[in-house]
């Protein structure tokens, strides 16, 4: 696998190999797609936006269960994102897929087409929650399916879901420990949001499910993040892409545009939050200036200045500031006592 950044070229196929229909889900509000391509669509999609000028692209196949389609259907998508790799316009396929749809024999034939990422919507480990919202697996399924993908070489990435039906944030926090147990190189969170159309919308409607408010959202989200950091596991996406399909599919749920960037930040405020409790460095009535990377300086400050506020109000109303400095790394902050603030 290359070790280089990839440009990303995503084809949907819209619940196009979903044996199921998931409360929650409705592929084209989301996408604006209504149908899935066939695959000289996908070649003639992919010849507008691959070139001998974009050799670290990667195809990626969203939006349905990719091995639950005929294998001819597999074929025939794969077949043409293979030959954007045999000339140099691409180095790998990813796709996304469902636990149950993963056999003995499905990783094989993957690999054969140049497939290096298999990610699994695996949403919840807690099998109650998983059948209240029709996902027709179980977490037994997500272990076997896991272990197949990795014993064949393959990345494997997984998506959680705060929020879902009958969820806990407890129950939530123990499907990330027991994702963390099965080792997957990526993973990704997406809270559960109300899209019109989709069979969560009736049962919102009748009152019998709350989404998550946006802080609740966040707060679980932040956690999630960095125990998986904190397990070695990389977390790519936070939040659904924001669109004016899913803005105008929505109908309730904690979605913000700016929803990963507000869980940065709230992992950012945790950390300065944890700086000032053992920071010796001031006088109680000195402000503080935390400096930090200039590319992460609205992560710090947080979205309004939220995170400067918040740090401000623990300490009585004294000065906080969170300010750019180009000598400190990603990632870091310095913290100072700052008679200026």
């Known amino acids: 696998m290359s070790t280089k950044p990839n440009l990303i070229v995503p084809v949907f196929i819209p619940h196009h190999g979903c044996p199921h229909r998931c409360v929650f889900c409705n592929q084209s509000g989301i996408t604006g797609q209504q149908s899935a391509p066939t695959p000289d669509e996908v070649r003639e999609y992919l010849s507008r936006h691959l070139s001998k000028n974009t050799p670290h692209a990667v195809v990626a196949f969203y939006g349905g269960s990719f091995t639950g389609l005929p294998l001819s259907e597999q074929e025939g998508y794969l077949s043409a994102a293979r030959e954007f790799i045999r000339k140099g316009h691409a180095n790998g396929i990813r796709l996304s897929t469902r636990p149950d749809y993963i056999h003995d024999d499905t990783p094989g034939f993957l690999k054969s087409f140049g497939v290096e990422v298999v990610e699994l919507g695996v949403q919840s480990m807690d099998d109650t929650v998983l059948a209240k919202s029709a996902r027709g697996h179980t977490a037994a399924d997500t272990v076997r399916a896991s272990g197949l993908i990795k014993d064949a070489g393959l990345e494997l990435g997984i998506q959680v879901m705060p929020g879902m039906p009958g969820d806990t944030p407890e129950g939530f926090i123990e499907t990330v420990r027991r994702v963390i147990d099965i080792k997957p190189h990526i993973a990704r969170i997406y809270p559960v949001l109300v899209i019109a159309g989709s069979p969560l919308e009736l049962v919102w409607r009748r009152g019998e499910y709350v989404p998550l408010g946006i802080d609740d959202?966040?707060?679980l989200s932040a956690k999630a993040v960095t125990m998986?950091?904190?397990?070695?596991?990389?977390?790519?996406?936070?939040?659904?892409?924001?669109?004016?399909?899913?803005?105008?599919?929505?109908?309730?749920?904690?979605?913000?545009?700016?929803?990963?960037?507000?869980?940065?930040?709230?992992?950012?405020?945790?950390?300065?939050?944890?700086?000032?409790l053992g920071y010796t460095g001031m006088h109680d009535n000195e402000a503080v200036e935390f400096l930090v990377n200039p590319a992460e300086l609205s992560v710090y400050k947080g979205i309004r200045r939220a995170n400067e506020a918040a740090l401000a109000r623990a300490r009585g109303g004294l000065g906080v500031r969170v300010k750019a400095d180009a000598g400190v790394a990603k990632g870091e902050f310095r913290l100072v006592a700052s008679r200026g603030c």
């Not at 659904?240 to 899913?246: I, K, T, V």
């Not at 803005?247 to 960037?261: I, Q, R, T």
């Open 228 to 276: 998986f950091r904190e397990a070695g596991i990389k977390v790519v996406r936070v939040g659904l892409q924001p669109g004016r399909e899913l803005e105008d599919s929505l109908l309730a749920g904690p979605y913000h545009p700016a929803f990963g960037h507000m869980v940065e930040s709230a992992i950012a405020l945790s950390r300065m939050q944890d700086a000032l």
């Open 217 to 219: 959202a966040v707060e």
